[in-house]
Nanobody
């Protein structure tokens, strides 16, 4: 099975940028749909972005609250998925997880369908 490890979180001012990394080990990242999912304090988990597995076209989808500000990408040579976050807002403050599955295309936005999870990295947006 695949193991996932996130890094890159931290404290940033509103309007700033951060890039999160999710390194996959044990399996090839491009064989999985890999998503970023966040959970703020006292809130439900929220779908942020996904890049689908190579076999299904490597499509990218975003949650409505981050569309136009966040970009997901994958570096196959590094077996890593990135989340570039620009124009950050205080409401983006959350613990960010990467997660993976090989389920059908129709399930890539469903946070409860992901089988493999990293430990999370905290992002705090505050002045």
């Amino acid at each position: 099975q695949v193991q996932l490890a996130e890094s890159g979180g931290g404290l940033v001012q509103p309007g700033g940028s951060l890039r999160l990394s999710c390194v996959a080990s044990g399996r090839t990242a491009s064989d999985y749909n890999i998503a970023w999912i966040r959970q703020g304090s006292g809130k439900e988990r929220e779908f942020v972005a996904v890049i689908t597995r190579s076999g299904s076209g490597s499509y990218r989808y975003y949650g409505d609250s981050v569309k136009g500000r966040f970009t997901i990408s994958r570096d196959n040579a590094k077996n890593t998925v990135f989340l570039q976050m620009d124009s950050l807002k205080p409401e983006d403050t959350a613990n960010y997880f990467c997660a993976a599955h090989k389920k059908p295309f129709s399930l890539v936005r469903q946070v409860g369908e992901y089988d493999y999870w990293g430990q999370g990295t905290q992002v705090s947006v505050s002045s």
